[in-house]
């Protein structure tokens, strides 16, 4: 009996082992004081994670919340990571610069390592946690994670709130300026539609990291952006518990993550990328979870898995560059523009309308001749014939997606000063003639979207489509939108 059970561990094991097909390490500073160890798996998924010990910013914990983990990730076919990183000592930017360069790495290396590079999560343990959400909140798209894990997370900087030591670390001198804390108070940094999806796992007697303040206080933040978040908290378990199996619900926990990791689904690799660019129409302003509901979603169950579609509306925004809240200043535009998208659907213009935006409507059309041309630079080109004559035969690899320029949809009343009767005579013509020059697809939304052809405050189409305001639609005019535009890229292909 004992020979049978000694020869059953032994199988187990070999097994266990078995699941992992290649471990490395990879310098992740010149100096080789950061680095990254690698395992992976023999039966690949495609999905990879970076993980950040925790330790206060002073040590780090690399067993229980590192390498313990890279059996568990390997069996379930993830590529893992973990990252020994360099301690702060007062210099914030040295930690976060090696997770942004192993998250590079890992993107860099996809083809090579079997990953597909838009299903690159990061996880983090206290300390940690905060090191992965900074990189989560704050970081440009090419090293921002797909999704985050995020344990007992240290995630505010103000020293009442949250881990003393990990403060005084990571702050340093500057712990006292009163907007580094609050802008590296990570809840303070969620964005909307742009801050990846999040699972925290935390346990309700934790007196290091006080939860309320910290973990679900990130929850919250997400939450209140309409971003998806999931949150499981403990009973009991302290801090630290991480991968040991003496924690009370460890098996519990495993399930929980494991479920959430099963259901969160990325895109192919080979999908063609959509950036959907606009105000709050486009962000889903008035519809409840927005990023699941408003019409950049929708369009997404309408176009199918051959397509990652990325909102990247913000409420309010303008396109002119004079306006009062340009939306090419935002993180999103310059996430759109980093996307390197294959399809963008353009839909700016109804804060243009305002009579105190339209005051500068003479550079309307300049500035989306810019908006247009960052996306396709090819088409800087062609606006000068001589230019063109001197490129001709010139090959470039600059990104040239097919841009769609949408109408605005009706504006059914004139709420915060927006006037459907600029949009009609003076920003529709402009979009018009401006696509046209540059041979880009127009989707008249003023009238498909309005099919009865009335666009008056009594409307069918606005008792049915809108919210109250006569800005807004609601999810069926989302829903709409989404049916309108989704017929046009595939009418196109």
């Known amino acids: 009996m004992k020979r049978l059970l000694l020869c059953a561990l032994i199988t187990l ?107 690159v999560g990061i996880m983090g343990f206290s300390a940690g946690g905060h090191l992965a959400s ?38 340093g001198q500057s712990k006292g300026d009163r907007q580094l804390v609050r802008e590296f108070s990570n809840q303070n940094a969620v964005r909307r539609h742009l801050t990846p999806p999040a699972i925290i796992l935390l346990a309700n007697d934790d007196r290091a990291v006080p939860p309320v303040t910290n973990g679900i206080a990130y929850y919250s933040a997400m939450r209140n952006a309409a971003n998806e978040c999931a949150l499981h908290v403990y009973p009991t378990g302290g801090h630290g518990f991480g991968i040991r199996s003496t924690f009370k619900y460890h098996e ?73 809240h340009p939306y090419m200043q935002e993180m999103a535009w310059s996430d759109a523009v980093e996307l390197h998208p294959d399809i963008v659907v353009l839909k700016l213009g109804t804060n243009d309308s305002k009579p105190e935006n339209w005051h500068y409507g003479s550079e309307f059309e300049q500035d989306l001749r810019q908006l247009i041309t960052t996306l396709r630079p090819d088409l800087l080109v062609k606006a000068s014939k001589k230019q063109k004559k001197s490129k001709k035969g010139v090959a470039t690899a600059a990104p040239k997606p097919d841009i769609y320029v949408c109408t605005p949809i009706p ?74 535009i989704a017929a046009a890229i595939k009418k196109e292909l």
């Open 411 to 484: 504006a059914f009343k004139s709420t915060w000063n927006i006037s459907d009767s600029v949009i009609t005579n003076h920003i529709i013509p402009i979009q018009q003639r401006v696509a046209c020059e540059y041979g880009l697809k127009v989707i008249d939304l003023h009238t498909l979207f309005a099919d009865d052809g009335d666009t008056s405050p009594m409307s069918r189409t606005q008792r049915e489509l809108m919210l109250s305001d006569g800005i807004h639609p609601n999810q069926k005019g989302a829903q709409r939108m989404a049916e309108i």
């Open 134 to 171: 900074t990189v989560s909140t704050h970081s440009e798209l090419s090293v921002r994670p797909d999704f985050s894990i995020l344990f007992y997370p240290v995630i505010s900087m103000n020293e009442r709130e949250t881990h003393k030591g990990s403060v005084d670390n990571f702050l």
């Open 13 to 119: 094991s070999a097994a266990a082992m078995a699941q992992t097909a290649r471990t490395f390490t990879v310098n992740i500073s010149p100096d080789g004081a950061s680095s990254m160890t690698a395992f992976l798996p023999e039966k690949p998924t495609g999905r990879a994670i970076v993980d950040l010990p925790g330790g206060g910013y002073s040590h780090l914990s690399m067993n229980n919340e590192g390498l313990d983990w890279a059996e568990w990730m390997n069996r379930r076919g993830i590529a893992y990571f973990v990252l020994t990183y360099r301690m702060p000592k007062g210099d914030r930017t040295v930690p976060v610069s090696d997770a942004e360069q192993a998250m590079r790495t890992v993107r860099d290396s996809a083809a090579v390592w079997g990953i597909n590079p838009y299903d």
């Open 252 to 324: 519990q926990m495993l399930s929980d993550l494991d479920t959430w990791l099963r259901n969160h689904k990325a895109p192919r690799r080979d999908a063609l990328r959509v950036a959907c660019i606009g105000n709050s129409i486009t962000d889903g302003h008035g519809i409840d979870m927005a990023s699941q509901q408003g019409y950049p979603a929708l369009l997404q169950r309408l176009l199918g898995d051959g397509y990652n579609v990325r909102n990247y509306g913000v409420s309010a925004r303008t396109l002119l560059n004079r306006g009062d």
